[in-house]
């Protein structure tokens, strides 16, 4: 097993309001701007040419990326903030219930997130070039805008430089579904409070561009201020991917048909192969599928029904109830883009854990803890494939998708930990880095997810 370096970045709601608290999540904590430093002819990516229907989506830690931290962190500090900022994340997830409105922030911490995977969308006439977070467990899409006070970016939206841009009006019904809107010189605005920060914006819509698509009139918040406990905005936005009502699909639903699919590269990919495809069209024809379930307590998230998890050769023996689809509870699995690292239920992530210790190579090697990764070597190992098997369709991961390796010496990770218990319904989170190199295929009208190996790095 060869050492490859790793620096994974860390990384969400089925409301408004909750779609909005992640993108107050996306935290900016590095430098950012488009090229910063970035001298490589592939490292263009303002000037990515996208085909078709199909986005490439970039690493947002890659080495090309323009939010690449100009001071990187060591590889045991980068593993424990990527760790704290997951765990914060998937506490925020399963903590999400269907009609609660207020969204339950037990401190500032929870709201520390950065994104993980990034596109590149043109919005307005003339098309202004920005780069999304791309988010699967999120309804709506975000943007700083121009004059926004406390924003970190400096590249932002123009409103004033798109002749197709206009404000939402109070009356609009869509200015119904973001949370307590107010009405500002006759437009849908609203301000919202999180602990000792806050955000305000107005409603708004323009033409967007997504790869040769364009799509009118698309609805989006559009920031203009934020306050407060240093929690801000990401410097660039956030496109939802999810199911509710003013996500892309559900806007685009004509053109795309709520159906699109993803290869996510590994950050260190230079050859930018990762995608995003979008629509029924351009999907693969050998896929295999397995039903998407739907949870009315977190109905923008994509559930599927784990029966079962295998560590080489053997089918791990997992307590029924802790993989279990539940609607009354909110408990799965789901599939999502944001969360770095897989989290099962403990007995689930305590059985495979211990059979994949069982069948590391040589069976002396010394296990050693890091942060919240429990099942860390510091020698050359060889290690098992494992298989998470769903009705229809196994996926199959190999060491790549397995391990974090340490630039220098020979500290590696295991990549899977388990899920806070502190929470009352756990979500076990299939996660980005465990996803890479798959094709992932969400169907919502024929209710399916498809999964195919696929070589995207």
């Known amino acids: 097993l060869k050492r490859r370096p790793l620096f994974p970045s860390s990384p969400k709601y089925n409301t408004m309001t909750t779609t909005l608290v992640l993108f107050f999540q996306l935290l900016s904590i590095i430098p950012l701007a488009f090229g910063l430093g970035l001298n ?81 969308v ?14 699967t467990s999120s309804d709506v899409a975000w943007l700083p805008c121009s004059g926004c006070v406390g924003c970190p970016s400096t590249t932002a939206f123009s409103p004033v430089k798109s002749t197709t841009f206009k404000n939402v009006s109070c009356s609009a019904p869509q200015c119904k579904q973001v949370p307590n809107p107010t009405c500002g010189a006759s ?6 409070t999180y ?62 048909k709520s159906t699109f699919s993803y290869c996510l590269p590994s950050f260190k990919s230079l050859a930018f192969s990762g995608s995003l495809r979008l629509g029924p069209t351009s999907q693969p024809l050998r896929v295999k599928y397995t039903p998407l379930l739907r949870n009315p307590r977190r109905s923008s998230l994509y559930y599927v029904n784990l029966v079962a998890i295998r560590v080489a050769k053997k089918v791990v023996d997992i307590p029924p109830a802790a993989i279990a689809f539940n609607p009354t509870t909110g408990a799965g699995t789901i599939f999502d883009s944001g969360t770095v690292y897989t989290r099962l239920a403990t007995p ?11 069948r590391v190579k040589p069976r002396t090697a010394v296990v050693k803890s890091l942060g919240g990764f429990d099942t860390c070597y510091s020698e050359e190992i060889t290690v098992p494939t494992i298989t998470f098997m769903f009705k229809g369709v196994n ?7 397995l391990m974090l390796h340490s630039t220098a010496g020979s500290t590696s990770c295991f990549a899977i930990a388990a899920a806070p218990e502190n929470v009352n319904s756990v979500v076990n989170i299939i996660g980005s880095m465990q996803q890479q190199n798959h094709r992932v295929v969400i169907d919502v009208p024929n209710g399916r997810i498809g999964l195919a190996r696929e070589r995207c790095s």
């Open 122 to 135: 043109n919005i307005g006439t003339p098309a202004q070039s920005l780069l999304l977070a791309m988010d």
């Open 187 to 192: 437009a849908c605005s609203f301000n919202l």
């Open 395 to 401: 996926m199959t991961m190999p060491a790549d998708n």
């Open 40 to 120: 490589h002819p592939n490292c263009d990516l303002t000037n990515t040419q996208d085909q078709g229907s199909t986005l490439r989506i970039f690493h947002v830690d890659s080495p090309c990326s323009p939010f690449k931290s100009s001071s990187p962190l060591s590889w045991e500090a980068r593993v424990l903030k990527t760790l704290a900022e997951d765990q914060a994340r998937l506490q925020y997830l399963t903590s999400l219930v269907a009609g609660r409105s207020v969204v339950p922030i037990a401190s500032g911490r929870l709201m520390l997130q950065s994104t993980t995977y990034i596109v590149k």
């Open 195 to 256: 602990g000792s920060s806050s955000i305000a914006a107005n409603l708004s819509q323009d033409t967007i561009r997504l790869a040769a698509d364009p799509i009118t009139a698309f609805t989006f918040g559009c920031v203009n201020k934020v306050a407060g406990g240093g929690t801000i905005p990401p410097p660039q936005g956030l496109l939802g991917l999810g199911r509710g009502s003013l996500s892309l699909m559900s806007q685009a639903q004509s053109l795309y």
């Open 348 to 358: 689930v992530y305590e059985a495979v854990r211990d059979e994949f210790r069982k």
